[in-house]
């Protein structure tokens, strides 16, 4: 059975959580401040983390900062603010995703499938990655699967030959699926500097990516061109 640690200060809604999580056959282990989840997330080896950005104790960005230095688990937040801006600065920090309060259940459950479907490493890749396979961090949209730890990506059966921009704008983009990435934010994060002139080389190093990752280069499913902005990774 899978396991789930949730820590969560609010006690009505991890009585809320339980009772659902366990109608759907998951075996859920509890923490009410971030000193006991992060004891319990060293000892029990949870398949998933539920993780309230905001606990009694601890920050709980400082929490998730901990639990990603420590592990690659994967991560679902429970974020306070309605701009999204703590799951923001969540997934900058490694998680893997975040719904905001008040949570619909129904949203957590499939973001906490998708998470865990996106976690499972496929036979093939597991030989080619070898014996630390299942421990590194995956991102996974349809067939397509990055392993950030050792920079190889996959669509479907077929390992890409990706160059080191081209991998970096891929994971910037992935981490931040369902967002407008600026290009600024692009350059800054991928190459170090924010200069004009290098929207032109993010546009050219895009148009490769998609050469290499898209059925139809032309009309792409995964990156969207945000016009006058930056770019879009969609999971849809």
């Not at 792409?220 to 999971?235: A, E, N, S």
Request: proline letters at 4%; hydrophobic letters at 40%.
């Amino acid at each position: 059975m899978t396991t789930i640690l949730l820590i969560e200060s609010d006690l009505t809604l991890c009585d809320m959580l339980r009772y659902h999580l366990t109608r759907e056959s998951y075996t859920l282990i509890e923490a009410h401040t971030a000193s006991d989840g992060i004891a319990l997330a060293r000892t029990s080896a949870p398949d998933l983390i539920l993780l309230a950005t905001t606990l009694d104790d601890m920050p709980g960005m400082s929490c998730c900062q901990i639990l990603r230095t420590e592990s690659s688990v994967p991560m679902l937040l429970l974020a306070e603010r309605a701009d999204g801006a703590d799951g923001i600065t969540g997934l900058d920090l490694g998680a893997d995703d975040y719904v905001v309060k008040p949570l619909r259940l129904h949203e957590v459950l499939a973001r906490l499938r998708a998470i865990l479907r996106r976690s499972k490493v496929p036979a093939q890749e597991t030989a080619l990655l070898g014996e630390h396979a299942h421990a590194q961090e995956v991102l996974q949209v349809d067939d397509l699967r990055v392993y950030p730890n050792s920079r190889r990506v996959f669509l479907g059966a077929q390992e890409l030959q990706l160059g080191q921009k081209e991998f970096d704008l891929l994971v910037l983009l992935m981490r931040h699926r369902g967002w407008t990435v600026p290009r600024d934010l692009m350059l800054k994060q991928v190459w170090g500097h924010d200069h004009l002139d290098g929207i032109r080389t993010i546009d050219v190093h895009v148009r490769w990516l998609r050469q290499k990752i898209e059925a139809n280069p032309a009309q792409p499913h995964y990156i969207h061109t945000v016009r006058g902005v930056g770019y879009r990774f969609t999971d849809v």
